[in-house]
C-alpha cells in the first residue's frame, strides 16, 4: 500500500490558470515535506510544514497541512511555464525513512 | 557550502564490469541516503546512513553495496547489475535527527548494456 496519495497524477494547464494537488494518507505524519523535481536533476525541497492547520506561501505557491497531520496540499496561483515539472509530496514512516508519493507531473503551456 | 554532489553524471557500464558511485556533502549532516528513481517513478528509498551506519536497507539486492567511508562521504558499489538496474541514482543527506526536509544530489544517470 502507498503510504502517500497524490492526485491528480498528470496535469496539464494554460498559462495564468490556477491548480491544487493533493497529498493524502491515513497516517499521521509529524510532517511533511514538497519537492519539485525537473528532468534529469533530484528534487529540491520547496517547503516543509510541521503543524496540524499550518499554511505556508512560497510567492504563487501555497502549501496547507491538514489539521489531523495526514493529508497536504500544493495551490499554485497563475501558474506560469516554468512552473513545469514533477511535484512530489514526502514523509517518514519512521525517523530517516522517508517516503514519497507518486508525483504530479505538471504542463503549463504559454 | 550546501549541496550534494554526485559522481558520476552519466555512467554506461556492463554486466560484468564493476563500478562506484560517489557522493559529497559537507553541510555536516550526519544521515545520508540512497535512492532510485526509474522513468516516470517518484525516488524508491534503498539505503540509509545514520552517524556512518547502515541503518535501513530496503532489501536491496547485493550487487548493490553501500559505504559510508566518513561523514562527507557515502559510495554504491555495483556489481554484475542487470539491464533493470539502468536508472537515475540519488544521493541526498540531512540533519540527524531532523523533521525537515532532505538536500539531494543531481544524480547518476545509470545505463547498464
Known amino acids: 500500500t502507498q503510504l502517500l496519495e497524490q492526485s491528480p497524477q498528470f496535469l496539464s494547464i494554460q498559462e495564468g490558470e490556477n491548480l491544487t494537488v493533493y497529498c493524502n494518507s491515513s497516517?499521521?505524519?509529524?510532517?511533511l515535506q514538497w519537492y519539485r523535481q525537473e528532468p534529469g536533476e533530484g528534487p529540491v525541497l520547496l517547503v516543509t510544514?510541521?503543524?496540524?492547520?499550518e499554511v505556508k506561501k512560497l510567492k504563487r505557491l501555497t502549501f496547507q497541512f491538514g489539521d489531523a497531520r495526514k493529508d497536504s496540499s500544493l495551490h499554485i496561483t497563475a501558474a506560469q511555464p516554468g512552473d513545469t515539472g514533477l511535484y512530489l509530496c514526502?514523509?517518514?514512516?519512521?525517523?530517516?525513512?522517508?517516503?514519497f508519493g507518486a508525483g504530479t507531473r505538471l504542463t503549463v503551456k504559454p | 557550502d550546501t549541496e550534494v554532489t554526485q559522481t558520476p553524471k552519466h555512467l554506461v557500464m556492463g554486466m560484468t564490469n564493476k563500478k562506484s558511485l560517489k557522493c559529497e556533502q559537507h553541510?555536516?549532516?550526519?544521515?545520508m541516503y540512497w535512492y532510485k528513481q526509474k522513468a516516470k517513478k517518484p525516488p524508491e528509498l534503498m539505503f540509509v546512513?545514520?552517524?556512518?551506519?547502515?541503518?535501513i536497507n530496503e532489501s536491496v539486492p547485493s550487487r548493490f553495496s553501500p559505504e559510508c567511508p566518513n561523514s562527507s562521504l557515502l559510495n554504491l558499489h555495483l556489481h554484475a547489475l542487470q539491464p533493470e538496474d539502468s536508472a537515475l541514482y540519488l544521493c541526498?543527506?540531512?540533519?540527524?535527527?531532523?523533521?525537515?526536509?532532505?538536500?539531494f544530489g543531481s544524480g547518476t544517470r545509470l545505463t547498464v548494456v
Open positions: 541526498a543527506s540531512s540533519q540527524e535527527p531532523t523533521n525537515y526536509g532532505y538536500t
Open positions: 546512513y545514520s552517524y556512518e551506519k547502515l541503518s
Open positions: 514526502a514523509a517518514r514512516r519512521n525517523n530517516n525513512d522517508m517516503r
Open positions: 553541510m555536516g549532516h550526519r544521515a
Open positions: 510544514v510541521v503543524t496540524g492547520g
Open positions: 497516517s499521521v505524519f509529524s510532517s
